[in-house]
């Protein structure tokens, strides 16, 4: 029997905030480990023109499904604040228009990335000796996507309802299904990046389908009926007024780091290659910082729901500390282990393994600053602002890194990856700076009318 209103309104902060972050950064990692199993295997097996191919497509592939993984996010706090606030209806409502969602965002996905892999590969530069494997890679990719989707908008779903455990369960069993068919796929039937891209595609099905299985099963507000699923006009409009700032704030973020892989891909195949690996690591930093983030919005979603502002300043605070902490200790960690972690990507090849480190240097050791600025969105978004940030992340890091590379990096003398990687680091500082200004901003202002209600 799950509790209809989770524990996130109530008792000591610390313990409740590791508790639920915790299986959060586990869920997290296990994602990174689909891509990171694609990148190990067709490195063992294919070659580093294997792992520059499916390295060159991230990017591309984070813009256009940035989008509709924002409309995720606006379905988990809208759920987080009708929890917080007891409207179980709107929760309900809430629930059954966010997979019909979900599915129709799989599908428009799906007919976008099969239609124009090669084109959107092409625009970016990616190298000639890739380009075809690399499309392949993306297209099969693509025809799973619709799974993914059902997948992040249940598990957004459960967590505002402070269930995340149950979709680290769910991913770790397919994150051994994935593992398995990588290897079946590529060395017993030679097919290459096909295979994993495949293999990937049935994994994220069977994480999907466990997911919808949870949720028709539940016995609280979140619980899911396959006949009463349509799109509610209201609960849509809330979605898609918290979500798609989100999501524009996502794929527009992505458009940054498109451009600077097409820059990366100026270098040649064997800098992608590092470049690639080394994203790839450092993927599993940012999701430890990201899963505070996650926590920060979805604990002031339903703190703010329930009218209990006192406890979000704390709730700041606490995981602000926690993830400089975690990114801190985890950037450093990586870089001193950094030629090892490469060599299971791109054994035996040592000038990508070079051009690796010297991302993992410039990225992974000031990531915590990332992880700042992450928090302070989820701050903002599960106030039940989701403009604001999309604005500030917008100007603060697509637009400074776009100026970075149309200006410094285009000089002579900076035209190098190590001044294309120092741009991310100062544009978190600014983007962070920013935003806590503006939570600080709007929590007085919030606290201001609590005041002002009570003493009318």
Known sequence: ????????????????????????????????????????????????????????????????????????????????????AGKDEAVR????????????????????GVLFSRTFLELMGTPDEVIGLATEYMQIYFCGITASMLYNFGSAILRAAGDT????????????????????????????????????????????????????????????????????????????????????????FSISNVIIQSSVNSFGSVVVSGNSAASNIEGFVYTSMNSFQQTAMNFTGQNYGAGKYSRIRRI?????????????????????????????????STESIKYGMIRIAYICIPYFLCGLMDVATGLIRGLGSSVLPMIITVIGVCGMRIGWIYTVFRSERYHSVQSLYISYAISWSLTFITELIVFIVLYRRIMRRASQKKQT
Not at 319 to 342: D, K, M, Y
């Open 1 to 84: 029997m799950q509790k209809s209103r989770p524990d996130l309104c109530e008792g000591p902060l610390l313990k409740s905030i590791l508790t639920y972050t915790f299986p959060i950064i586990l869920t997290g990692i296990l994602q990174l480990l689909f891509n990171a199993a694609d990148l190990v295997v067709v490195g063992q097996y294919c070659g580093d023109m294997s792992v520059a191919a499916v390295g060159a497509t991230g990017a591309i592939i984070n813009l256009i499904i940035n989008l509709f993984i924002g409309l995720s996010v606006g379905a988990g706090v809208t759920v987080a604040h009708g929890i917080g």
């Open 93 to 112: 409502r809430t629930v059954h228009t966010a997979i019909p969602t979900a599915l129709i965002s799989g599908v428009i996905l799906t007919a976008v």
């Open 165 to 252: 455990k149950s979709p680290l369960y769910y991913l770790t069993a397919a994150g051994f299904v994935n593992v398995a068919l990588n290897i079946v796929f590529v060395r017993a039937f030679n097919m290459n990046v096909a295979g994993v891209a495949l293999a990937t595609a049935i994994s994220q099905a069977l994480s999907a389908a466990l997911v919808i299985i949870n949720l028709m099963r539940r016995t609280d507000c979140c619980r899911l009926s396959l006949r009463k699923m349509r799109i509610y006009r209201r609960q849509l409009g809330r979605i898609v007024t918290i979500g798609f700032p989100a999501g524009i704030q996502g794929s527009l």
């Open 316 to 348: 700041a605070i606490i995981c602000l500390l926690s993830v400089f902490l975690t990114g801190f200790i985890a950037g450093c960690t990586v870089w001193a282990f950094g030629r090892q972690l490469l060599s299971f990507y791109i054994p035996g």
